[in-house]
C-alpha cells in the first residue's frame, strides 16, 4: 500500500490560517532577537530562553554560528526537549563536535539529551561517536532506552534498520476502533501521524489504518476488518538508495520494516529520504573527482588526506598513460611543432562531451532510469550525439586553423582538415567512454560514480592524442 498523502478530505475542517512565507530568507522576530544578543555581551539564560522560542531548524542555525564549546553551554542551559530538537536538526558534523563536547562537560545530561532525541537521531549521534563514549552514554540511559538504541546501532547506518524509528504508532488487529481508539490516545509518539500500523498479537505486520478511516469508523468495528492489508514493506538490510527509490516511485510518506518472519521492527519516515538524497547527490558529486564519499566541509585535514591522496596517486599513475602516448610521437612533434598547440585543445573538447555523457548517464543510473536491455541503445545513442557535434566543432577548429594559416603563413590548411576529422573522432570516443565506464563499473559491481572522471580523463586524454597523432602520422606527407 502507498502510505502518502495526497488531497486534504473535503469532510476535514477548514485548517487555521497560517502566515505567508513571502522571503524564504526572512528573519521571525525569534530571530531577529537572538541576532541581537548575539552582537555583544549577554547573559546565557537570556540567550538560552531566546532559542528555545526559535523553530528547532533556526535554533540549529543559531548554534552553527558558535564555537563548539559555546553551543555545548547553551546547549545545557537550554531545557531538555529543545536542546534534543534544535541538536538534532544541526548539520550533522557540527552537531557531533558540539556533542561530543557536551559528553566532556556533562555526559549526564548529554545522555538525558539523547533519551528525549527520536531513536533513529539518537542511533545517528551514537554512530559518530567515539566507542568509549558511546558505552558511557548508553550506561547512563535506562535499562529500556539503552537496549532500544543497542538494537538499532546493531544495523548498518547505510540499510533501512539503520535508518528506521521505532517511534511509531501500531494497534492490534483484533481490537475494535474504540480500543485502537484509546490506546493510539495513550501513545506518546512525537510528530504528525497519520497512519498506524496495524500488527497481531504477535507483532507480525498486518496492515495499515489511516487515522481518518478510524475515527469515521464505528467504534465496535474490528481494525484488521478496516485496515488496508496491501501494505508494502522492506528488508532491513535493504541499503538506503533502494529505500529512497521506493520512497520516489511510490510516494511513501513511511514505510515499515519487517524481518524476515514479518515481525514490524520499525518505520522509515520521508524525512531521513530528503537526507539520504540529499547525502547520495553530494557523495557522488565528491566520488566522481576522486575526493572521500564521507568527507565533509568540515573534516579535519587527517580524513581529507585520507580521502583524496589514494585517488592523487591514481591519477598520477593514470595521467601517464596519456603522456606516454605522446612520447610515441615525439620526433613528429618536434619537426610539425603546431601539433603540440593542438593537442590539448582536442584532448578538452573530447574530455567536456565524455563528461556530459557521464553525468546523464550516472543520473539515469542513479534514477533506476536504465534498464540492462537500454545499454547498448544509449551508448550508440551518446556516440551519435557526440559524432554529430564532433562534426560541427571540428569544422570550427578546422577553419580557425585554416584562417590562422593564412593570416599567418606559419600554418597550413591541410593541418586544419587533420584537426577537424580528429576532433569528430575524438568527441565520439569521449561521449561513448562517458555513457559505458559508469555502465561496465555497476555491471562489475563497483559504485559507478567512484573516481569515474578520473578513469574518463585517462581514456579521453590518451584516445585523443592517439588519433590526432596518428592520423598526423599516417598524413605526414602530405601535411609536409
Partial sequence: MTIQSRNQDPNDEEPLPSPTIDDPTSLSEEDLRVAALLQGPTDLDTLASAVEAQEAADAADTLETLEESEAAGLLETMDIESASEALSEMLRPLGLGVFEDLIKENSEYAGSILEAMAPDDA???????????????????????SNLLRGLLAYDEESAGGLMTTDFLAVRDGMTVSDATDAIRRSVVDGDVQFAFVTDWDGRLRGVLSLRRLLLASPDDIVGDIC??????????????????EFEKYDFLALPVIDDRDHLLGVVEVDDVIEIIRAVTAEDAQLMVGAGAEEAVYSNAYEKLRGRLPWLIVNLVTSSLAALVVLQFDDLIAEIAILAVLMPVIA???????????????????????????????????????????????????????AIGMVSGRVDWRLGVVAGVAMTCALAIGTISGATL???????????????????????????????????????????
Fill in 123 to 145: 542511533t545517528d549521534f551514537l554512530q559518530g561517536i567515539l566507542p568509549s563514549m558511546r558505552d558511557r552514554l548508553l550506561a547512563e540511559m535506562s535499562a529500556a532506552r
Fill in 348 to 402: 578538452n573538447q573530447s574530455g567536456n562531451a565524455g563528461q556530459q555523457s557521464l553525468a546523464v548517464t550516472l543520473r539515469g543510473i542513479v534514477l533506476d532510469q536504465i534498464r540492462p536491455r537500454d545499454s547498448r541503445r544509449l551508448i550508440l545513442r551518446e556516440g551519435l550525439v557526440g559524432l554529430v557535434n564532433g562534426l560541427i566543432a571540428g569544422v570550427f577548429v578546422g577553419l580557425a586553423v585554416t
Fill in 438 to 480: 559508469p555502465l561496465l563499473m555497476k555491471r562489475l559491481g563497483a559504485d559507478p560514480a567512484t573516481a569515474s572522471t578520473i578513469f574518463l580523463t585517462m581514456i579521453t586524454d590518451s584516445m585523443s592524442f592517439l588519433v590526432f597523432l596518428g592520423l598526423a602520422t599516417a598524413l605526414q606527407g602530405w601535411l609536409l
Fill in 228 to 245: 488496508n492489508r496491501d501494505v508494502s514493506a522492506v528488508s532491513p538490510d535493504l541499503d538506503r538508495e533502494a529505500v529512497a527509490l
